[in-house]
């Protein structure tokens, strides 16, 4: 899954100017490591801005905590069921 594939460029662009002023990401501790679950473009921005760190709010769990969390969160964000959120990341993780 690349997670970068739906980022949008203008946001990511329009976060780089202004990082101090965005909440942190949300990530996960996973047995797998750190699992972005909120927060992919405020990551592009830093990144992009040269910024070695970004503030976090990190919870514990595994990789299907954070799918759920990311899906509630869509939906509330979105307007859409937790069904096509999920149907929607589904399609980004079989890509590429």
Known sequence: ???????DEVRVARYAKDLASLPPVVVF???DGLLVADGYHRVAAAQRSGAKTIAAEVRRGSRADALRYATQLGSAQ??????????RIGRHSTRG
Do not use: K
Request: aromatic residues 0%; negative net charge.
């Open 29 to 31: 501790e996973t047995e």
């Open 1 to 7: 899954m690349d997670p970068t594939a739906h980022l």
């Open 78 to 87: 979105r307007g859409l069921s937790a069904e096509e959120i999920a149907t």
